[in-house]
DNA sequence: ACAAAAGTGTTATCCTTACACCCATGT
DNA sequence: ACATGGGTGTAAGGATAACACTTTTGT
């Protein structure tokens, strides 16, 4: 899942880090910046893509800056792509995060200093105030290339209900996230995006139960989504386990579109 | 209601003007913006406060720029200030636009132009790039005081279902507003911002179906909102009219903070 | 045969909808 | 008295929640 770079900043090949230095952000919009929370789903529960500044000893969401002629949309597809290899899946903006003080920068510089004359005009970058628009993911953790961006080392999925100690306000940045997709949940049919493309009933309830953070009543799930009638049945799968097998299922495209589009009130 | 300011741009006392040509622009933070959507409600239904650029024919959302150690919400909340005078009110960050192209300037500079040199600073910092985050404010239309900012000459509320030509993309603003507060009204109790202190279940319905954009049903209207507990019934009514006086309500504020936080899932 | 998990059914309760009915009031 | 609109009631239908029953399958 995680793809080991380079061990040391210092020792990395600098030219990607130089060239952003030298001229790669005047191509961005001055204190702006994009914070994405990619979420994908497993056998464990929910995760969030995470990227390791392994100097500083923190963890942060993958990020970017937006390009001068570049739509905001945009960038976050791009940064996306860029992360996870993915072009299609589930992305949209949820918040902006303004406030003053919303990146603590005492901690941060603590572990950056001593550092060499080069990094100051990135310092420099790095240190101006940014407001921040979130995006949340939703995707097929199976699909995903995880890969870090030229200031990190390694870009790993961490469960969200064990994440490690975050950078400025991003942990904050994800329970904003979190709390959108529960809304959200109540009148959009989420979960195309987070599962594979076939899955049994029982995979699309541990879903929704890992979101919602409460245990649903099986007979109840299954006659209400399928009242809905934005899944396929398809073939019962060959579970060689000792019970019944499953049906599988898979989202009808036309009547999820729709259903995104109308949006749904369910689960209570 | 409306406010009539000085009559043309180039014989008004130029102070406020030339300070923020001069250096107005310095204290905010480049290229972001803040448009507010502020909603007050009557007996025609919903309206909008817009500010006239007489000199250019054209009618905008109130907005503004962000001061350069100020709180996003604080300079929304200042603004709001600024334009009605109301310090409380529901107000919402609830979407952030960001495309390149969503200021067409084209047309802006076609009715300024051509203007005195002295307008060049100023046309520059507008003719920049900016992401708008919009903010979405309900308020009592009676407690406004609709005051024109120093780039306009009046004030004035329009209705909802009956408005100008809006600034570059001020009309898309608006409907991604009023989409949230469709969706919203699912899950809040929308409302106390919106009415006097004192009102009758008939005029909560209104506002209701003024949202909502259809009709509902009076029995079960006031039976739904009342099992929800948020509104205290008062003394009746003087009428004075032919018909049994109705109840007076007010929002329980106790109850109605409590369900702005926690959510409620009603109306169909 | 049995355990495990899937699929489906059953029931009591609650909510929603569409009305109907009665009440208070000014003309 | 009657038209008007307020307050409340009712009955049918639908949704929900809790749980039970049956089916399939590997051990």
Not at 87 to 97: D, M, N, R, S, V
Not at 130 to 143: N, Q
Not at 144 to 152: A, E, Q, R, V
Request: proline residues 4%; hydrophobic residues 35%.
């Amino acid at each position: 899942m995680c793809k080991q770079h380079n061990k040391n900043l210092y020792l990395r090949p600098m030219n990607k880090i130089d060239s952003f230095v030298a001229d790669g952000f005047t191509q961005y919009l001055p204190g702006q910046s994009i914070d994405c929370v990619i979420i994908g789903y497993n056998e464990h529960g929910l995760n969030v893509l995470t990227l390791n500044w392994k100097e500083f000893d923190m963890w942060a969401l993958p990020g970017g800056f937006i390009h001068n002629k570049e739509d905001m949309d945009q960038a976050a597809i791009r940064i996306l792509k860029e992360r996870t290899g993915l072009e299609l899946a589930f992305l949209k903006q949820f918040y902006t995060f303004g406030n003053y003080n919303r990146r603590d920068f005492e901690e941060f510089l603590k572990q950056f200093e001593p550092k060499e004359l080069k990094f100051q005009p990135f310092i420099n970058w790095m240190k101006q105030r940014f407001i921040s628009t979130g995006y949340l993911a939703l995707v097929d953790m199976k699909k995903c290339n995880p890969t870090p961006d030229f200031l990190t080392e390694s870009c790993d999925w961490k469960p969200i209900n064990n994440l490690p100690k975050l950078l400025f306000d991003h942990q904050h940045i994800i329970e904003k996230a979190l709390e959108q997709i529960r809304i959200q949940i109540n009148y959009l049919p989420i979960g195309l995006s987070l599962l594979p493309e076939k899955f049994t009933m029982k995979d699309l309830q541990k879903l929704y139960e890992s979101i919602l953070q409460k245990e649903l009543d099986r007979g109840n799930f299954q006659k209400k989504i399928l009242k809905l009638g934005f899944l396929d049945r398809l073939e019962k799968q060959l579970s060689g386990r000792a019970h019944k097998a499953p049906y599988l299922y898979k989202f009808n495209e036309t009547k999820y579109d729709y259903l995104l589009k109308k949006g749904i009130g369910f689960i209570s």
